[in-house]
């Protein structure tokens, strides 16, 4: 997509698409970086984000628990201060 560098202020910008900014969810603040003259920009995720929708794509593949937690090695707690 072509578009055109507009003055804005004392710098210069670009106008960028509705349709983009929802496409690339941009909300807020984004990050910009330089690599090799190309301009990269992405979007700022909050912490955690994504982790509910990943959550339920494992419980939709059917993986509701951990498999092989008999397996595991006892924690510290379970190791020296659990008691029965």
């Known amino acids: ?11 210069r910008g670009i106008r960028i698409p509705k349709r983009i900014l929802d496409e690339c969810r941009f909300e807020g603040f984004a ?6 003259n190309r301009l990269i920009l992405r979007p700022i995720r909050g912490p955690r984000e994504g982790w509910a929708d990943a959550f339920r794509r494992h419980l939709d593949r ?14 510290r707690f379970e190791a020296l201060e659990w008691e029965w």
């Open 31 to 36: 990050d910009l970086e330089t690599r090799k």
């Open 62 to 75: 059917g993986r509701a628990e951990l498999r092989d937690w008999k397996n595991l090695p006892p924690t």
């Open 1 to 11: 997509m072509k578009v055109a560098i507009v003055p804005i202020g004392n710098s």
